[in-house]
Nanobody, 122 residues
Framework: QVQLAESGGGSVEAGGSLRLTCVAS????????MAWFRQAPGKEREKVAFTDVAGTTYADSVEDRFTISRDKAVGTLYLQMSGLKPEDTAMYYC?????????????????WGQGTQVTVSS
């Protein structure tokens, strides 16, 4: 089992920045996919950013504004968000998957955190 705990969400004005942190514990491995997803009210959960053996990938909507990084030594995943927009408002979830490649479909993800809310006002 893998436990994931997110922190760092909050309310900011458009153009602001936030840094999300996800601490992983349990049976984690350096080769495992780690990712951030988000879900806005009334919408499906969507990919934000992945880090796996293929490198890092981002959703088109956050490319050049968000940066995913990982400290494997301490089992921590980060998401640095800048240039935030109101459409970035959502619950952000940390995810881990027992594979070296991250699936695009959130339904296939093995482990989830409880989420941290990000609200961006215009």
């Amino acid at each position: 089992q893998v436990q994931l705990a997110e922190s760092g969400g909050g309310s900011v004005e458009a153009g602001g920045s936030l840094r999300l942190t996800c601490v992983a514990s349990g049976r984690t491995y350096e080769w495992m996919c780690m990712a951030w997803f988000r879900q806005a009210p009334g919408k499906e959960r969507e990919k934000v950013a992945f880090t796996d053996v293929a490198g890092t990938t981002y959703a088109d909507s956050v490319e050049d504004r968000f940066t995913i990084s990982r400290d494997k030594a301490v089992g921590t995943l980060y998401l640095q968000m800048s240039g935030l927009k109101p459409e970035d408002t959502a619950m952000y979830y940390c995810a881990a998957h027992r594979s070296s490649h991250c699936p695009e479909d959130s339904k296939l993800i093995h482990y989830w955190g409880q989420g941290t809310q990000v609200t961006v006002s215009s």
